[in-house]
């Protein structure tokens, strides 16, 4: 089977991103290296992944240039295979939540993607009402489901295609240094899983999530999110962290990466918005306590500047060890 030249373009231009050192200040000798996923060019990791399942359904002869294509994202991956499927002439269809930011929504609207608007209050937990609704397989579009497989009986597993795809970022950055710790963010755990199998044994992998969703922590250490706090782990208000964990989907990467004891630790991340509805739910201020990502300045996104926060508390506990991070998108996707 001869690839098609669109596609081979797209593998020289996406993947092999740049790894770059932290350049602001760490404790006790540690160094934080960021993979510059960013950089792709639909700005990131998620071009890695739908250049991968495109490439695998049109080789399989299950889809073909010319065809209604179907996702659903809180943004990040929606601009990534927008773009692909323009590239690569499909028809791209998007249920995003409402109330994302204007600026991702802009750059997807730009690849003439039609765009289906999930209610603002269910956030991604909409997805699944949306979907049982809206039946994109009786309209004849294909469902790429970036975030998990389907099982031939019934139910859901992992997806090995993103799951591969995203196994490149380890081997990438395995070939230039030796990592101590690996810090993704837990989103629906595919920047966990993937790169984390291609990691060496010693690579401890810690992860980080808003201090409003905890699913990670939740599922890490049952009940002592409720002991410490006094609430359940999503009882307060949508947090910012934009394509990070939220409560009410059970996302296959996740409870893998949990099952097979791949998450060492979570990390629980903050923000005033988030300090301050705590705050007036419970008159306390315990979140305060916690990093911060909105303390950090950078040209990067807000779950890359959670995991500077998440680096920095670590590396207080740690000596001369080499943390490397993702850069999963830049500030410009957001409206501020
Ligand atoms: C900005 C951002 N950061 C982090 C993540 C987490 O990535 P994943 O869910 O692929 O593990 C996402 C996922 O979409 C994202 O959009």
């Known amino acids: 089977m001869v690839t098609r030249k669109a ?12 790894l770059e050192q932290y350049n602001g200040k760490l404790a006790n000798n540690n160094k934080l290296f960021i993979k510059r996923e960013c950089d792709n060019p639909f700005g990131s990791h998620y071009d890695r992944v739908y250049l991968a ?67 603002e209050k269910d956030y991604i937990t909409g997805f699944p009402i949306f979907l049982r609704k809206f039946k994109p397989w009786e309209k004849g579009l294909f469902f790429l489901n970036h975030s ?26 395995k070939k230039q240094i030796k990592v101590d710790y690996f810090i993704p963010a837990t989103g629906n755990g595919s920047s ?12 401890k992998v810690i992860t980080f999530e808003s201090s409003q969703s905890a699913v990670a922590y939740n599922l ?3 009940g002592k999110y409720k002991k410490l706090f006094g609430i359940e782990p999503g009882t307060l208000p949508k947090h910012k962290l934009r394509g990070t964990s939220y409560q009410g ?18 990390l629980l991340i903050s923000d005033k ?9 419970t008159g306390k201020n315990l979140f305060k306590e916690l990093p911060h990502w909105d303390s950090i300045k950078s040209e ?23 943390y490397v991070i993702i850069a999963y998108d830049k500030a410009n996707r957001y409206d501020y």
Do not use: C, W
């Open 273 to 281: 918005e988030v300090d301050d509805n705590y705050n007036k739910l």
């Open 7 to 18: 596609i081979l373009d797209l593998e020289k231009q996406i993947g092999n991103t740049k």
């Open 220 to 222: 890490l250490y049952p």
């Open 192 to 203: 966990i899983l993937g790169p984390s199998k291609y990691f060496d044994k010693k690579t």
């Open 53 to 119: 399942l495109f490439k695998y359904y049109e080789t399989k002869g299950i889809i073909k240039p010319g065809d209604k294509v179907f996702e659903t994202s809180s943004g990040t991956a929606g601009a990534s295979f927008s773009a692909i499927a323009k590239k690569l002439g499909y028809k791209p269809y998007l249920a995003i939540p409402k109330g994302v930011d204007n600026a991702i929504i802009k750059t997807i609207k730009s690849y003439n993607t039609k765009i289906y608007f999930t209610p």
């Open 249 to 266: 989907i059970n996302f296959p990467h996740i409870e893998h990466a949990i099952n097979k004891k791949i998450i060492k630790d979570s």
């Open 300 to 322: 990067f996104g807000r779950s890359t500047r959670a995991g500077i926060a998440a680096v920095k508390e670590l590396s207080k506990e740690t000596k001369n060890k080499t």
């Open 148 to 173: 998990m497989g389907r099982k031939a009986d019934k139910g859901y597993k992992d997806n090995d295609i993103t799951l591969k795809a995203l196994g490149k970022i380890a081997k990438e950055i």
